[in-house]
């Protein structure tokens, strides 16, 4: 039996190795036309990376796209619904091995996001081919992340349907999570310095966190946050702030 194991070992071994040098040597910018065109294919909508394709060698290799685009829909307000400066995936080799994607960091670097209804009641991330979208997230449900962090972000909704807009900008965000991406269990929640803006009917409200920490244990039962929050509105004739924690459902405010 050892010596099973120790020929199953060496053979493992070797495989690494061999994909070492094959990942070392590849030249994976010649990929950047075949991920765009997936992404056209599945959402009807061109993905446009201006930037290079980079590869870090390791036993968790890194990828890394700089300059992302992805076009928004063709009555949206602006040509991109998202402006990514660099996006980073780091995917361990050895299940990559047995046929196993799993990102154990997913992260957006200055990440530009808009989601937008028009008047008709028709949003932006829906697609024009709802078939192929379909297809593409029964492919996607055997992609698993561990992590997603996101850095110095923008994020709008413009809701011209309910006369409403949300502006947010985020200096720091980290979610930890387990299970299949379009299914995840999400186990921790973190932020920095969160700053939106709310317009609703002419009145415009902001809104400060500072931070924010929520770990999910098992579940959500005897889960713990923390936050600290500042708003105002009518141009600062009203203000008002909050800060609290929450433990087994149940809250808390200082007094």
């Known amino acids: ?25 590849i030249d994976i910018n010649q990929y950047k036309d075949v991920i765009e065109e997936q992404a056209a ?41 998202a402006i990514i400066e660099r996006v980073e995936a780091s995917v ?33 991330w829906e697609f024009e081919s709802e078939e192929t979208v379909a297809d593409a ?25 309910a006369g409403s807009d ?18 995840p269990d999400v186990r921790r929640v973190a932020l920095d310095d969160l700053m939106a803006t709310l317009t609703s009917e002419g009145e415009a409200t902001e809104i400060s966190v500072s931070s924010l920490a929520l770990d999910a244990g098992v579940g959500w039962n005897g889960c713990e946050f923390r936050f600290c929050c500042r708003w105002s509105s009518d141009r600062g004739r009203r203000s008002g702030w909050a800060a609290g924690s929450a433990r087994d459902n149940g809250w808390g405010l200082p007094g």
Do not use: C, H, Y
């Open 1 to 25: 039996m050892k010596r099973i194991a120790g020929i199953a070992g060496g053979v493992v071994v070797v495989l690494i190795a061999g994909v070492f040098v094959v990942l070392a040597t």
């Open 41 to 81: 294919a599945a959402t009807g909508r061109s993905l446009t990376i201006e930037g290079d394709l980079e590869l870090s060698v390791g036993l968790s290799p890194a990828i890394e796209l700089n300059g992302v685009r992805f076009q928004n829909a063709d009555w949206g307000s602006r040509p991109d619904m």
């Open 92 to 124: 361990p080799l050895l299940p990559l091995l047995f046929g196993n994607i799993e990102v154990t960091r997913l992260a957006l670097i200055n990440p530009d996001i808009l989601l937008e209804r028009n008047s008709q009641g028709q949003a932006n």
């Open 137 to 161: 997230e029964a492919e996607a449900t055997a992609l698993a992340v561990s992590a997603i962090e996101i850095d110095d972000a923008i994020l709008a909704f413009n809701d011209a349907q």
């Open 166 to 183: 949300v502006s947010v900008k985020l200096e720091r965000l980290r979610v930890n999570i387990s299970g299949d991406l379009l299914a």
